[in-house]
C-alpha cells in the first residue's frame, strides 16, 4: 500500500503529526504537499477532493490521506486508522482507544496553541489582531500551556509499562505527535516553554528519544522536513512569548 | 452494563453528546451530574477522577464515561466507544471510521462555536472579552457557520444509503450530535443560523426527525435534559448574533 498524503504546502502544520507516523513506520508514502502542481502535487491536488462534486466522503479540511480507495480526514482519525496498520500501537483495544484518546487531547492542545496567535479567527492576519493575540497568549503561558503540559507528564509518569512512554511498553503515534507538540512550542514559546517543562523531565526525555531515533533522525537531515515558519501552527512572535 | 457518565453539573455542554446517545439507545447509566453531591455525584465526584493520585488513566477534562473498571474520555472518544455497543453505527470499519471523522468535525465546530463568547480563553469572564467576542463573532456568522453547515448538509446529499441521515442508512451517534448542534445554534444564533440553514433542508429534516424520535422527546420531556443556558457552549447573547 502506497499511501498519499494532502496537505497544505510550505507548512509543517497538522499534516507533520501524519508525516512523523509513516516515516517512524519507513512506510511508502506520497505526500503531495512536495509534489509541484505541474506533477500533479499542490494545492490543486487537494482541493480536488475539498470541492469535488464526485467525492462521497469529502473531508472537510486537510490533512487527509488516500488509502486505496479510501479518503479519511481528520488528523487524529487518520492516526487511528493507520496505528494497527503501521504497528504503531499496543494490540489491546482498551491501549489503543486510550492512546486515541490522548491523541485527541493533543489535538485541543495544538488547536489551542493555533489561536494564540489568531483568537479573532482565521479570516484575519495576525497584525489585525495582535492586541488579541498578546492577551490570549498572556492567558495561554500562565494557564493554559502548564495546566497540559504537567498533564502529559503525569500521564507517563503514571503509565505502568514504561516511564518513558505516554502508554504501553513501546512508542506510539501519540509519542510521536508529544514530541512535535514541544518542538513546535520550542519554537513558538522558547520562553514559556521552558519554564513550564522545567517540572516534566519525562516529557523533555521523550521529546529526545522521539528525534533521536533512526528514522525521524533520518527523515530531518533529508530536507523533506520543512522547518517551522510564521505560517504555521507554531508562530514565533516575540511578543506573544514575553 | 450501567454505565457512568461524569460531566459538569447546570448545563448541556459536551456531555450532552453522550447522554443523547445513552437515551437514544435506551441504555442504563448514573448520571453523576444530576445527583446530588451527599450522594455521592456533582463536582466531587468528578473531581476524584480528574485529581486522584490514583487514577492509573486520567482524562484531561469531563465529560467521562466509566464503563466497569475503564475511564474514558473525551467526548468523541466516548462515542467512538460506545458506538457499536449501542447500535448506533453500521457494522463496516470503514463505516465506523468516517462517522467518527464527522464527529471530530462536528467537535471542531463546537469550539468554534464556544470560543465566540471566549475568543481570549476560558480564564477570563465573558464581560471582559466582550469586544473581542464580538468581533469573533462577526467572523464566525460570514465564515464559518456557513462553511460547515454547508458541509454537513453535502455530506447528508451525498450520502448514496440516504438522504437523511450523514452516514449510513440508519441514524448514527453523529445524526445526534448533528441535531444537537443545530438545537445550540437556534438558541445561540437564532438570526444567523436561520440565514445559513436556508440552504441546508436536509439538515433542518435531520434536526426535527432526531427530535421526534420516541425515546429522544421522552428524555427531553423528562425533566432531566437541562435548557440551554449562559453557562454553556451555547450561550446567547444579542450583540453576537446581529
Known amino acids: 500500500m502506497i ?3 494532502y496537505y497544505w504546502p510550505g507548512i509543517q502544520g497538522r499534516g507533520e503529526f501524519v508525516r512523523l507516523a509513516l516515516e517512524e513506520a519507513g512506510a511508502e508514502y506520497r505526500d503531495l504537499a512536495l509534489l509541484p502542481e505541474a506533477q500533479g502535487g499542490g494545492v490543486p491536488a487537494m482541493m480536488k477532493f475539498l470541492d469535488g462534486d464526485d467525492v462521497a466522503r469529502p473531508p472537510f479540511a486537510p490533512p487527509f490521506l488516500k488509502a486505496g480507495r479510501r479518503l479519511i480526514g481528520q488528523t487524529a482519525n487518520i492516526l487511528l486508522f493507520l496505528g494497527p496498520r503501521l504497528g504503531l500501537v ?3 483495544a482498551a491501549d489503543r482507544l486510550w492512546i486515541h484518546q490522548l491523541q485527541l487531547t493533543l489535538a485541543d492542545f495544538v ?3 493555533h489561536d494564540t496567535h489568531h483568537p479573532i479567527g482565521a479570516g484575519y492576519y495576525y497584525e489585525e489582531q495582535k492586541a488579541e493575540a498578546k ?7 500562565a494557564q493554559r500551556l502548564p495546566k497540559f503540559l504537567h498533564y502529559f507528564e503525569r500521564v507517563i509518569e503514571r503509565n505502568p509499562d514504561s516511564g518513558r512512554w505516554l502508554a504501553g511498553r513501546q ?4 509519542d510521536l505527535s508529544m514530541a512535535q507538540v514541544l518542538a513546535g512550542l520550542d519554537f513558538a514559546f522558547p520562553l514559556a516553554s521552558k519554564s513550564a517543562l522545567r517540572a516534566c523531565p ?3 526525555a521523550l521529546q529526545r528519544e522521539v528525534f533521536a531515533r533512526p528514522r525521524i533522525k533520518r527523515y530531518v537531515a533529508s530536507g523533506r522536513r520543512l522547518a517551522f515558519n510564521n505560517e504555521g501552527i507554531f508562530r514565533r512572535y516575540r511578543e506573544l512569548d514575553a
Open 202 to 204: 519525562r516529557l523533555r
Open 171 to 174: 512508542l506510539s503515534y501519540a
Open 90 to 92: 499496543p494490540r489491546a
Open 135 to 141: 492577551r490570549r497568549s498572556r492567558d495561554f503561558r
Open 111 to 113: 488547536a489551542e496553541i
Open 3 to 5: 499511501y498519499e498524503l
